[in-house]
Every structure is written in C-alpha cells, then in structure tokens.
C-alpha cells in the first residue's frame, strides 16, 4: 500500500508471480508392470521348422512359389528380409515370433548370409508331400490330420507330475458328482460363449461352475484346471470342449437315438424309412 492509501497491485502480482508456478500439473499415468510367468509351454518345446509346418497344413499355404518370386534366377537363395516378407504375405508372421525367426535363419543362410529356401521348403512340404512319388504308384500316403497341426494351434502349460495327479483327482470328484447330480452344465458354457469359438475366460468358467452346485471350487482348483485347458498360450483362454469331454462321458448304456426319417432340407419322409417301417 502506498503513501496515499492506494493499493501497489504490480507489486502484489510480482510477489504472488514468484512463489506460485507455472508449470502445468503432470499427467495422471498407468504404467504397465506385468507380472511375471515361469511356466514353461509346449511351443517351447518345438523347434521353428515345426511350428511353420504345422501353420503351413493348417492354413494350406504353399511357399516355394512365393520363394521364387524373390529369385529371378531359381538359385534357391534369397535375403532374411525377404523370408520375413514372404511369411507376411502368407499370414504366418503373426505366429512367428522373433525368437523363432532368429532360431529359423542360421539353419538355412550359407557363409554369405543368403537363406537357402530351396531346403527350408522341402523340410516345411515334408509333412504333406513326397518327392518323386510319381515314380512309385503303389506308394500309400495318408492324408494330415488333426494331430498335425495340433502343433501350432495348441499351446499348454507343461505341469510336473504331482500337479497332474492333483489334476486327475480333481477331475474324478468333478465328474463324479456331475454323474450323481445329472448336472448339465454344457448349456451354461455355450451362453458364455458369444462367438462359438469353444473357448471362455476363466471368471466365467468359475461363475458357471459356481452356478451349477460346484460352490466349493476353490482359488488354487481354478487355477489348476487352467493350467490344463488354457491351450492357447495364455492364462485366460479356457477351453471348456475338452473339459467337458473329460468330465461328461457317456454312459456305456447310453444308445444314440434312431436317425431322423424326413429329409433335413426338404422336410418330406426318406423312402429308406419307408420300407424299414414296412418292413
């Protein structure tokens, strides 16, 4: 305040200027801490030629024609970027990761650094094609099947075998209390399952089991059952198809009902059921 009573406000914003700051408040932030997982999986366990064999009959995909176009001259050699390509064209880089991918070069690059794809190929079409098979006619091939690509689509947690007889003996009270009870409890994983991918999150696995007179499930039960039927090489994913199959057998007095006598299109009687009536 000055001499005459008025009030010096310059001199009050100066004063108020250098104690308070101008700095803007920081951001709130979310830092990602994961947690750490030392369980070991089955894909671990596989080599990178494997896992490309089985995405490469799982997705019938052919790569020595998409090799070549990297190689004008059909030498058989092309760079590391260019194999990282071609798996991107395919789609199988996704399921290539990077240790795979520097596990999969030193075996096929020669003394100048070129990836001899030509080999790589014929240890990829190995599973499904035999060389020269034309010059034996007699020859008998079977076909892929599901334990072919088993590979490549399952990842499981590999557990001791302590954990595995808990498993089993978990599994026998499960079962045998659905057998008692005549429990259905395929209906309740089916609502959970929106896309019919036959997998489920592991809360919900919990809450239909919880729901279905299983409410003595406990923590460590949970988690042991999704050591075993998450399959897709994480803790979340719950594949409750297999864990019914496990659980839910049919009786050996059980019979499959008589097949339907009406067509499953068209609606009108088959005449195959009319003459077994006749008959």
């Known amino acids: 305040m000055t001499e005459q009573g008025d009030i010096h406000f310059m001199a009050m914003h100066n004063d108020i200027s250098e104690v308070t700051s101008h700095e803007a408040p920081p951001f709130p932030r979310s830092d990602l801490i994961l947690k750490p997982d030392h369980s070991e999986w089955s894909q671990s366990r596989i080599t990178a030629v494997d896992k490309i064999r089985s995405k490469a009959v799982e997705k019938r995909v052919r790569l020595y024609e998409h090799f070549q176009d990297f190689d004008p001259l059909r030498k058989g050699f092309c760079t590391a970027s260019q194999v990282k390509t071609v798996f991107t064209i395919l789609n199988l880089a996704k399921d290539i990761g990077r240790v795979d991918f520097e596990q999969l070069i030193p075996m096929y690059t020669r003394d100048d650094g070129l990836f001899c794809y030509k080999d790589f190929c014929a ?62 409890i395929l209906p309740a994983f089916k609502d959970m399952d929106k896309t019919n991918n036959g997998h489920i ?44 199959k496990r659980i839910d057998v049919p009786d050996e007095t059980w019979r499959s009902p008589w097949p339907s006598c009406r067509h499953p299109t068209r609606g009108t009687i088959l005449p195959s059921t009319l003459m077994l009536g006749a008959r």
Not at 219 to 236: F, W
């Open 123 to 184: 240890d990829v079409d190995r599973e499904f094609c035999v060389p020269n098979l034309e010059r034996d006619p007699l020859a008998q091939r079977s076909m892929p099947d599901a334990s072919s690509t088993m590979a490549a689509r399952r990842n499981k947690v590999q557990l001791t075998h302590d954990r595995l007889a808990q498993w089993n003996l978990e599994e026998d009270k499960i079962r045998s209390r659905i057998k008692t009870n005549r429990i259905n």
């Open 201 to 244: 999150s592991v809360n919900q696995f919990y809450r239909v089991m919880v729901a279905n007179g299983f409410p003595s499930l406990s923590e460590e039960e949970v988690v042991l059952l999704s050591n075993i039927y998450c399959d897709l090489g994480n803790h979340l994913d719950y594949n409750y198809v297999d864990f019914m």
